[in-house]
C-alpha cells in the first residue's frame, strides 16, 4: 500500500520538475540547481517533513522512491547549503535530518538519484577537482546548494578586495579571473573549487556587489535566500555594505550598471516586397541619477562619436535616454571600435569602460511584423515563440549565420544581406544571440491549484481561479460551441477563464493556427472561490457618499501587487476614478479610505441627483476582469422632494418627517419632543415610515456651530445592557440603528457630511462601551485608534529611535509619512517570523541584518510610490544599524505589545496569543470569522450546544465592519444579545476589526 508521504511527495515531484523544465526554458545551456527549487519556507518545511517520515517508513531503497527522487535530493542539498567543509559532518547531518542510519548502499544511492537528475533535467554536477573526487558522493549535493555556507566569509572578502581595487567594473572573464586571483591569496581552496564555474562566479558575484538591480539568471527566490544569509554574518555584512559604496561611488561608468545600446531596423513595405531600409543604434534609457554620475565624471556637454553615423554630434547624455542614431555606412560599424568619446584618449581606463558597457550585441535577429516599420533586435534571455517570424540581417561577406530553406530574402543597403524566417527554424541564430525558443503552444494555463492536461484536455479545480496568459500577439479565445463568449489579448496579456460545470469547448487561434482545447472542472477541494463583492448588498449611492460601502476582493491564494481601478458611472459617462496598486489580496476596500476620496467628492459635487439618473460603480481588476455593480439613491423606495421634509412612496403617498436627531442629541426621536426644529446646528431627519426602511431614507441639514451658543458634543446618555429601551436608558438595538441612520443619510452640505463622521464616532464609542466595557473603551484611546502589532510597534521604534530614519537616510515630506510608515511595517512583518523564539542576540548568525534590509525596502517601496505619482525618486539606501540597537528596538516593541492595554482585557490568554500573532492584512471577512471560531471558547456547557456561533460572531464583526450589513442580516439582534452575555468574545471581535481595519488601511496606503 502507497503510503500518504509517498503520495504527497510524487505530488512535490510534478510540481518540482514542472519549475525546473520552465527553468531550463529560460536558461540555455547553464545548468540547474536543486537549491533553486522556488518553494517557500513553509512548503520546504512540509516536503522535508514528507521526506524524513518516508525514509523512517521504508528507508532509502531505490524502488521504494519511485516518483519521488527529486524531493529527496531536494532534502539532501539542503543539507549540502549548510555544509560548513568537513567532510565528517555532512552524513552525520543527514542521518539526523533524515532519522534514520544511513549504510554505503544508501549513500550510493543518494549518488545515482543525482546523477540521474543531471542527466535527465540538466542538474549542476561537481566540478572536476581533488575536492570533488575525494568526497564524491557529498559533492554532489553541496554543488546544487548553489553557494553552501562555507564559501559565504571567504566569498564576502574576495569581492570586498575586488572592489576596493575598481575590480567589479572589468568584463566578465575578468572579473572571475581577478576573484580566482584573491581566492588563491587567501588560501580558501573550496572558494576556489566553486569559482571553476564562469556563469555562477559573475551571476551571483555582481548580484552581491550591485545588490537587486542586477538582473542575474539565477533563480530569485535563490538568489534572495543567499543574499539574506550573507548578509546575517556581521563581518560579511560590514565587507559587503563597504563594498556596495565603492561600486554606486564608482557606478557612472560601470560596464554592468549602463546597459548596452541596441540595434533597430527600419523596414519598409512596397508594392514589390518589403526593403531595409536603414540600420539606427539606439542609446539606453538610463535612470537620471545613473545618468547625472555619468556625466559627473565625463563632463556636461561629452560627445560620443558613432563609427558610421552621420557625423552629428551625439550628446552623451542624450544617448543615454534612448536617442537613435541613423548609421549610413554599415560596414564601419561592426566593429570593435563603433563608440568613442571625442577629445578623449582610448586607453583612457573610464572611457574604456563605458565602452564595453554601450557596446550593442552582434547584429543578428530582429522581431519581424508584416507592416513594417521600426523593429526591436532579440537580445539575451529574451524568449521567442516558434510561430514568430524573425527579421536576420549580416554585413560583409561573411555568412556567420546558416540561412535556413524556409527563408525569404528581401532587399537591404549595400554591404547587408536580409531575409526573414519562422523562427522555428532558426535555431542556431537564436543560440548565436542568446536567445531561447519558447516550447509553449499559443497561450500558457496559470491556476493557484492544480491544472491537469491530457492530450486536448485540460483539467482544472474549481477552487481557484484558471488565468490564461497569451504567448503571441493577437491571440483570440473562444469558450463554448458557440463562441459567444470571445476575447483578444495581446502578447503577456492576461485573462480570467470561467470554470463551466460541465466540459466546454475552448478554441484558441492566432494567424491562422488553431488550437482546441476541452476545458473540464474538477470537484473543488476547498468553498473558496475568487470572487469580488459589493458591501453592504444593494448598496446605495448614499453608502458610498458615507464610506459605508466596501469592495471585497476574494481568493482561495494570496495574490501579490495587484491594480484595481474603481470608477464612479452616472448615465454610462465616467465621473472618477480611482487607481490602487494593492500589495496583495484578498482585499477589503473602505470608502471611507482617504484614497477614495475623489469618488465620493464627484458623487457629491453632482447636484440635484434626479431620479432617472443610473449609477454605476465599476471594479477593474488585473487579470480577473471588470466588476459592475449598480447604486440606487437609496435603499427605500420613498424618494425625498427637494428643498423640504417631505417623503413620496413608490404608490404616489406623501408622509412628512417622523423622527429628528441633533448633533447634540444624536437619538432619532418624536419630532413633536424637538422643541424648535428651526434652530442651528446639525439635524438629521427621518421620514414617518414603519420599519427598519426608514433608517436608510434620512437627510442631514443645517451647519455646525463655529462661534456661540452651545458646544457642539453628541451626549448618548447611559445605554441600558438590552437590545431594547429600559428604564436605565435607550437600548442597543437603538443605538445602532442611530448609527447606520447617521451613516446613511444624505448630507445636504459638505459641512454637515464632515460632521456626521463626528457623531458615527460617538455613538460607536458607547457601543464599545456597552460590549466591551469602559476599561476597554478607555484602552483603546490611549492606543490612539491603532492596534498595530508587533510590525507596526518596530517601524514606530525604527522610525523614533533612528534606525529607519535621520541621519543618512533620505528626508520623507510630512505628507508621506504615514506611506512610510505602513511599508516599512509591512516589511518587518515579512522578516519577523525569523526571530521567532528568539529573546536575545544570537552569538552568531545575527538575523538583525533582515531588519537593516527591509528599511532599504521600505524606501524602495516609498521611491516607487513617489516615482508612480511623477516625483524624483528617493536616493538609494543602505540601512547598517548596529544589530544591539536592533535588538534592543525589538525589545522595546515586544515589551510594548506585552503591556499592551488591550491585552490584560483579551481573556484567555491562549485567544490573545492567537490573535495578536496573526496578520490581518490578507485575511478576508470569511477568514476573519474562521479565526474566531478557532480562540471561541463557548460558554455553553451542554455538549451539542452553541451559544454564541458563527452566524452570531458574524453580526458582532459586521457591527463594527459594516453595520448596514449587519442590520439587514436576519437574527442580528438575538445575535447581538447573545454577544452582551459574552464579553471576552465581545473583546476578541472588536479586536480583530480593529486589527483588520488598521492593516488593510495601512496596506492600502503603502500601496497607493
Same mark, same amino acid.
Given at each position: 500500500?502507497?503510503?500518504?508521504?509517498?503520495?504527497?511527495?510524487?505530488?512535490?515531484?510534478?510540481?518540482?520538475?514542472?519549475?525546473?523544465?520552465?527553468?531550463?526554458?529560460?536558461?540555455?545551456?547553464?545548468?540547474?540547481?536543486?537549491?533553486?527549487?522556488?518553494?517557500?519556507?513553509?512548503?520546504?518545511?512540509?516536503?522535508?517533513?514528507?521526506?524524513?517520515?518516508?525514509?523512517?517508513?521504508?528507508?532509502?531503497?531505490?524502488?521504494?522512491?519511485?516518483?519521488?527522487?527529486?524531493?529527496?535530493?531536494?532534502?539532501?542539498?539542503?543539507?549540502?547549503?549548510?555544509?560548513?567543509?568537513?567532510?565528517?559532518? %555532512?552524513?552525520?547531518?543527514?542521518?539526523?535530518?533524515?532519522?534514520?542510519?544511513?549504510?554505503?548502499?544508501?549513500?550510493?544511492?543518494?549518488?545515482?538519484?543525482?546523477?540521474?537528475?543531471?542527466?535527465?533535467?540538466?542538474? #549542476?554536477?561537481?566540478?572536476?577537482?581533488?575536492?570533488?573526487?575525494?568526497?564524491?558522493?557529498?559533492?554532489?549535493?553541496?554543488?546544487?546548494?548553489?553557494?553552501?555556507?562555507?564559501?559565504?566569509?571567504?566569498?564576502?572578502?574576495?569581492?570586498?578586495?575586488?572592489?576596493?581595487?575598481?575590480?567589479?567594473?572589468?568584463?566578465?572573464?575578468?572579473?572571475?579571473?581577478? $576573484?580566482?586571483?584573491? #581566492?588563491?591569496?587567501?588560501?580558501?581552496?573550496?572558494?576556489?573549487?566553486?569559482?571553476?564555474? &564562469?556563469?555562477?562566479?559573475?551571476?551571483?558575484?555582481?548580484? $552581491?556587489?550591485?545588490?537587486?538591480?542586477?538582473?542575474?539568471?539565477?533563480?530569485?527566490?535563490?538568489?534572495?535566500?543567499?543574499?539574506?544569509?550573507?548578509?546575517?554574518?556581521?563581518?560579511?555584512?560590514?565587507?559587503?555594505?563597504?563594498?556596495?559604496?565603492?561600486?554606486?561611488?564608482?557606478?557612472?561608468?560601470?560596464?554592468?550598471?549602463?546597459?548596452?545600446?541596441?540595434?533597430?531596423?527600419?523596414?519598409?513595405?512596397?508594392?514589390?516586397?518589403?526593403?531595409?531600409?536603414?540600420?539606427?543604434?539606439?542609446?539606453?534609457?538610463?535612470?537620471?541619477?545613473?545618468?547625472?554620475?555619468?556625466?559627473?565624471?565625463?563632463?556636461?556637454?561629452?560627445?560620443?562619436?558613432?563609427?558610421?553615423?552621420?557625423?552629428?554630434?551625439?550628446?552623451?547624455?542624450?544617448?543615454?535616454?534612448?536617442? *537613435?542614431? #541613423?548609421?549610413?555606412?554599415?560596414?564601419?560599424?561592426? /566593429?570593435?571600435?563603433?563608440?568613442?568619446?571625442?577629445?578623449?584618449?582610448?586607453? @583612457?581606463?573610464?572611457? /574604456?569602460?563605458?565602452?564595453?558597457?554601450?557596446?550593442?550585441?552582434?547584429?543578428?535577429?530582429?522581431?519581424?511584423?508584416?507592416?513594417?516599420?521600426?523593429?526591436?533586435?532579440?537580445?539575451?534571455? @529574451?524568449?521567442?515563440?516558434?510561430?514568430?517570424?524573425?527579421?536576420?540581417?549580416?554585413?560583409?561577406?561573411?555568412?556567420?549565420?546558416?540561412?535556413?530553406?524556409?527563408?525569404?530574402?528581401?532587399?537591404?543597403?549595400?554591404? *547587408?544581406?536580409?531575409?526573414?524566417?519562422?523562427?522555428?527554424?532558426?535555431?542556431?541564430?537564436?543560440?548565436?544571440?542568446?536567445?531561447?525558443? &519558447?516550447?509553449?503552444?499559443?497561450?500558457?494555463?496559470?491556476?493557484?491549484?492544480?491544472?491537469?492536461?491530457?492530450?486536448?484536455?485540460?483539467?482544472?479545480?474549481?477552487?481557484?481561479?484558471?488565468?490564461?496568459?497569451?504567448?503571441?500577439?493577437?491571440?483570440?479565445?473562444?469558450?463554448?460551441?458557440?463562441?459567444?463568449?470571445?476575447?483578444?489579448?495581446?502578447?503577456?496579456?492576461?485573462?480570467?477563464?470561467?470554470?463551466?460545470?460541465?466540459?466546454?469547448?475552448? !478554441?484558441?487561434?492566432?494567424?491562422?493556427?488553431?488550437?482546441?482545447?476541452?476545458?473540464?472542472?474538477?470537484?473543488?477541494?476547498?468553498?473558496?472561490?475568487?470572487?469580488?463583492?459589493?458591501?453592504?448588498?444593494?448598496?446605495?449611492?448614499?453608502?458610498?457618499?458615507?464610506?459605508?460601502?466596501?469592495?471585497?476582493?476574494?481568493?482561495?491564494?494570496?495574490?501579490?501587487?495587484?491594480?484595481?481601478?474603481?470608477?464612479?458611472?452616472?448615465?454610462?459617462?465616467?465621473?472618477?476614478?480611482?487607481?490602487?496598486?494593492?500589495?496583495?489580496?484578498?482585499?477589503?476596500?473602505?470608502?471611507?479610505?482617504?484614497?477614495?476620496?475623489?469618488?465620493? #467628492?464627484?458623487?457629491?459635487?453632482?447636484?440635484?441627483?434626479?431620479?432617472?439618473?443610473?449609477?454605476?460603480?465599476?471594479?477593474?481588476?488585473?487579470?480577473?476582469?471588470?466588476?459592475?455593480?449598480?447604486?440606487?439613491?437609496?435603499?427605500?423606495?420613498?424618494?425625498?422632494?427637494? @428643498?423640504?421634509?417631505?417623503?413620496?412612496?413608490?404608490?404616489?403617498?406623501?408622509?412628512?418627517?417622523?423622527?429628528?436627531?441633533?448633533?447634540?442629541?444624536?437619538?432619532?426621536?418624536?419630532?413633536?419632543?424637538?422643541? @424648535?426644529?428651526?434652530? *442651528?446646528?446639525?439635524?438629521?431627519?427621518?421620514?414617518?415610515?414603519?420599519?427598519?426602511?426608514?433608517?436608510?431614507?434620512?437627510?442631514?441639514?443645517?451647519?455646525?456651530?463655529?462661534?456661540?451658543?452651545?458646544?457642539?458634543?453628541?451626549?448618548?446618555?447611559?445605554?441600558?445592557?438590552?437590545?431594547?429601551?429600559?428604564?436605565?436608558?435607550?437600548?442597543?438595538?437603538?443605538?445602532?440603528?442611530? *448609527?447606520?441612520?447617521?451613516?446613511?443619510?444624505?448630507?445636504?452640505?459638505?459641512?454637515?457630511?464632515?460632521?456626521?463622521?463626528?457623531?458615527?464616532?460617538?455613538?460607536?464609542?458607547?457601543?464599545? !462601551?456597552? %460590549?466591551?466595557?469602559?476599561?476597554?473603551?478607555?484602552?483603546?484611546?490611549?492606543?490612539?485608534?491603532?492596534?498595530? /502589532?508587533?510590525?507596526?510597534?518596530?517601524?514606530?521604534?525604527?522610525?523614533?529611535?533612528?534606525?529607519?530614519?535621520?541621519?543618512?537616510?533620505?528626508?520623507?515630506?510630512?505628507?508621506?509619512?504615514?506611506?512610510?510608515?505602513?511599508?516599512? /511595517?509591512?516589511?518587518?512583518?515579512?522578516?519577523?517570523?525569523?526571530?521567532?523564539?528568539? $529573546?536575545?542576540?544570537?552569538?552568531?548568525?545575527?538575523?538583525?541584518?533582515?531588519?537593516?534590509?527591509?528599511?532599504?525596502?521600505?524606501?524602495?517601496?516609498?521611491?516607487?510610490?513617489?516615482?508612480?505619482?511623477?516625483?524624483?525618486?528617493?536616493?538609494?539606501?543602505?540601512?547598517?544599524?548596529?544589530?544591539?540597537?536592533?535588538?534592543?528596538?525589538?525589545?522595546?516593541?515586544?515589551?510594548?505589545?506585552?503591556?499592551?492595554?488591550?491585552?490584560?482585557?483579551?481573556?484567555?490568554?491562549?485567544?490573545?496569543?492567537?490573535?495578536?500573532?496573526?496578520?490581518?492584512?490578507?485575511?478576508?471577512?470569511?477568514?476573519?470569522?474562521?479565526?474566531?471560531?478557532?480562540?471561541?471558547?463557548?460558554?455553553?456547557?451542554?455538549?451539542?450546544?452553541?451559544?454564541?456561533?458563527?452566524?452570531?460572531?458574524?453580526?458582532?464583526?459586521?457591527?463594527?465592519?459594516?453595520?448596514?450589513?449587519?442590520?439587514?442580516?436576519?437574527?442580528?439582534?438575538?445575535?447581538?444579545?447573545?454577544?452582551?452575555?459574552?464579553?471576552?468574545?465581545?473583546?476578541?471581535?472588536?479586536?480583530?476589526?480593529?486589527?483588520?481595519?488598521?492593516?488593510?488601511?495601512?496596506?492600502?496606503?503603502?500601496?497607493?
Amino acid at each position: 500500500m502507497t503510503s500518504q508521504d509517498l503520495v504527497r511527495l510524487r505530488q512535490f515531484d510534478q510540481e518540482l520538475r514542472e519549475h525546473f523544465q520552465s527553468l531550463r526554458q529560460l536558461r540555455g545551456d547553464r545548468p540547474l540547481f536543486l537549491i533553486e527549487h522556488g518553494l517557500d519556507e513553509i512548503r520546504l518545511s512540509d516536503l522535508m517533513r514528507h521526506v524524513g517520515a518516508q525514509a523512517r517508513l521504508v528507508g532509502l531503497g531505490a524502488l521504494d522512491w519511485l516518483g519521488a527522487s527529486l524531493s529527496l535530493a531536494v532534502f539532501i542539498t539542503e543539507v549540502g547549503y549548510g555544509y560548513r567543509g568537513n567532510g565528517t559532518e %555532512f552524513w552525520p547531518r543527514v542521518e539526523s535530518e533524515l532519522g534514520v542510519t544511513l549504510s554505503g548502499i544508501d549513500r550510493r544511492m543518494i549518488s545515482d538519484v543525482f546523477g540521474n537528475l543531471h542527466r535527465r533535467l540538466g542538474t #549542476a554536477a561537481p566540478h572536476d577537482s581533488d575536492w570533488a573526487r575525494k568526497f564524491n558522493i557529498i559533492a554532489w549535493p553541496v554543488r546544487n546548494a548553489l553557494a553552501p555556507l562555507e564559501i559565504h566569509r571567504p566569498l564576502a572578502l574576495a569581492l570586498g578586495r575586488l572592489a576596493a581595487s575598481g575590480g567589479h567594473n572589468l568584463p566578465d572573464e575578468e572579473f572571475r579571473s581577478r $576573484l580566482v586571483a584573491i #581566492a588563491d591569496g587567501l588560501w580558501s581552496r573550496r572558494l576556489s573549487d566553486w569559482l571553476h564555474d &564562469s556563469d555562477l562566479t559573475t551571476g551571483l558575484g555582481r548580484s $552581491l556587489l550591485f545588490g537587486e538591480e542586477f538582473e542575474s539568471w539565477i533563480e530569485p527566490r535563490a538568489a534572495a535566500r543567499i543574499r539574506r544569509d550573507i548578509r546575517m554574518d556581521g563581518e560579511c555584512r560590514q565587507i559587503l555594505r563597504g563594498a556596495r559604496r565603492i561600486v554606486r561611488s564608482q557606478s557612472g561608468a560601470s560596464g554592468k550598471v549602463l546597459p548596452s545600446a541596441s540595434w533597430i531596423a527600419s523596414v519598409v513595405r512596397e508594392d514589390t516586397g518589403y526593403r531595409v531600409e536603414k540600420l539606427l543604434l539606439r542609446g539606453p534609457v538610463v535612470p537620471r541619477s545613473t545618468r547625472e554620475a555619468v556625466c559627473t565624471i565625463f563632463g556636461k556637454t561629452a560627445v560620443l562619436e558613432i563609427a558610421g553615423g552621420d557625423g552629428q554630434p551625439v550628446f552623451l547624455d542624450i544617448f543615454l535616454q534612448g536617442e *537613435m542614431v #541613423a548609421l549610413d555606412r554599415v560596414e564601419a560599424s561592426q /566593429g570593435a571600435d563603433l563608440l568613442h568619446l571625442a577629445q578623449r584618449a582610448k586607453d @583612457d581606463p573610464d572611457v /574604456g569602460e563605458l565602452v564595453r558597457a554601450l557596446q550593442p550585441p552582434t547584429l543578428s535577429l530582429f522581431r519581424w511584423h508584416k507592416d513594417g516599420g521600426l523593429l526591436q533586435s532579440v537580445g539575451e534571455a @529574451d524568449r521567442v515563440h516558434p510561430l514568430d517570424w524573425l527579421l536576420h540581417l549580416e554585413t560583409g561577406e561573411a555568412e556567420d549565420m546558416a540561412r535556413p530553406a524556409a527563408a525569404i530574402s528581401i532587399a537591404a543597403p549595400a554591404g *547587408m544581406r536580409a531575409w526573414i524566417a519562422p523562427a522555428e527554424v532558426c535555431r542556431s541564430a537564436l543560440v548565436h544571440a542568446g536567445a531561447s525558443l &519558447s516550447d509553449h503552444g499559443l497561450v500558457d494555463f496559470l491556476s493557484g491549484s492544480r491544472i491537469l492536461r491530457h492530450g486536448n484536455r485540460i483539467i482544472a479545480t474549481g477552487d481557484a481561479p484558471l488565468l490564461v496568459r497569451a504567448c503571441v500577439p493577437g491571440v483570440e479565445i473562444s469558450l463554448g460551441e458557440s463562441g459567444k463568449e470571445r476575447l483578444v489579448l495581446e502578447q503577456d496579456g492576461i485573462a480570467l477563464i470561467p470554470l463551466p460545470g460541465v466540459a466546454t469547448d475552448l !478554441e484558441i487561434s492566432c494567424d491562422g493556427v488553431t488550437e482546441r482545447h476541452m476545458l473540464e472542472t474538477a470537484p473543488a477541494v476547498a468553498e473558496k472561490t475568487f470572487g469580488c463583492q459589493l458591501r453592504p448588498p444593494e448598496a446605495t449611492l448614499d453608502d458610498l457618499l458615507s464610506g459605508e460601502a466596501v469592495v471585497a476582493i476574494s481568493a482561495p491564494l494570496a495574490l501579490d501587487k495587484t491594480s484595481v481601478v474603481i470608477r464612479l458611472v452616472r448615465n454610462g459617462r465616467d465621473l472618477a476614478e480611482c487607481t490602487l496598486a494593492l500589495s496583495a489580496i484578498p482585499a477589503r476596500i473602505a470608502f471611507s479610505e482617504p484614497e477614495l476620496k475623489p469618488l465620493r #467628492a464627484a458623487a457629491f459635487d453632482v447636484t440635484g441627483r434626479p431620479e432617472d439618473s443610473h449609477w454605476t460603480l465599476s471594479v477593474g481588476i488585473e487579470g480577473f476582469g471588470r466588476f459592475d455593480f449598480p447604486l440606487r439613491l437609496r435603499r427605500s423606495l420613498w424618494s425625498r422632494k427637494a @428643498d423640504c421634509l417631505t417623503w413620496i412612496g413608490e404608490d404616489g403617498t406623501e408622509v412628512g418627517a417622523g423622527l429628528v436627531a441633533s448633533d447634540r442629541a444624536p437619538l432619532p426621536t418624536d419630532v413633536w419632543q424637538e422643541r @424648535d426644529p428651526a434652530t *442651528m446646528g446639525i439635524k438629521l431627519w427621518l421620514p414617518d415610515i414603519p420599519g427598519d426602511m426608514r433608517f436608510y431614507t434620512g437627510v442631514i441639514t443645517g451647519c455646525p456651530q463655529l462661534f456661540g451658543g452651545e458646544t457642539s458634543f453628541p451626549d448618548v446618555g447611559m445605554i441600558g445592557r438590552a437590545m431594547t429601551t429600559s428604564r436605565v436608558g435607550p437600548g442597543v438595538a437603538g443605538i445602532c440603528e442611530a *448609527m447606520i441612520a447617521w451613516r446613511t443619510a444624505q448630507a445636504d452640505n459638505i459641512l454637515a457630511d464632515a460632521s456626521r463622521r463626528h457623531l458615527v464616532q460617538a455613538l460607536e464609542n458607547k457601543l464599545v !462601551e456597552v %460590549f466591551c466595557g469602559s476599561d476597554w473603551l478607555k484602552a483603546e484611546r490611549e492606543l490612539r485608534g491603532g492596534t498595530g /502589532g508587533l510590525a507596526a510597534l518596530l517601524a514606530d521604534e525604527a522610525i523614533r529611535h533612528r534606525l529607519a530614519s535621520g541621519g543618512g537616510f533620505p528626508p520623507v515630506a510630512r505628507v508621506d509619512r504615514q506611506l512610510f510608515r505602513g511599508a516599512l /511595517g509591512r516589511r518587518f512583518a515579512e522578516v519577523l517570523p525569523a526571530f521567532e523564539g528568539l $529573546l536575545d542576540a544570537p552569538a552568531e548568525d545575527d538575523p538583525a541584518a533582515l531588519l537593516d534590509d527591509a528599511v532599504d525596502r521600505a524606501y524602495d517601496d516609498l521611491s516607487a510610490a513617489l516615482q508612480a505619482r511623477g516625483e524624483d525618486p528617493l536616493e538609494e539606501t543602505d540601512a547598517g544599524s548596529d544589530p544591539a540597537d536592533w535588538w534592543a528596538a525589538l525589545s522595546r516593541a515586544r515589551h510594548r505589545l506585552t503591556l499592551s492595554p488591550l491585552r490584560r482585557l483579551v481573556l484567555p490568554e491562549t485567544r490573545w496569543g492567537a490573535l495578536v500573532a496573526s496578520r490581518y492584512d490578507r485575511l478576508s471577512d470569511d477568514d476573519l470569522i474562521e479565526l474566531l471560531m478557532r480562540v471561541h471558547l463557548d460558554i455553553s456547557r451542554q455538549p451539542g450546544v452553541e451559544w454564541i456561533g458563527p452566524a452570531a460572531l458574524r453580526s458582532g464583526l459586521m457591527l463594527w465592519l459594516s453595520p448596514v450589513e449587519m442590520l439587514e442580516t436576519d437574527g442580528w439582534q438575538g445575535h447581538l444579545a447573545r454577544l452582551l452575555s459574552d464579553r471576552h468574545t465581545a473583546r476578541a471581535i472588536r479586536y480583530v476589526a480593529l486589527r483588520s481595519r488598521g492593516e488593510k488601511s495601512l496596506r492600502l496606503a503603502a500601496s497607493a
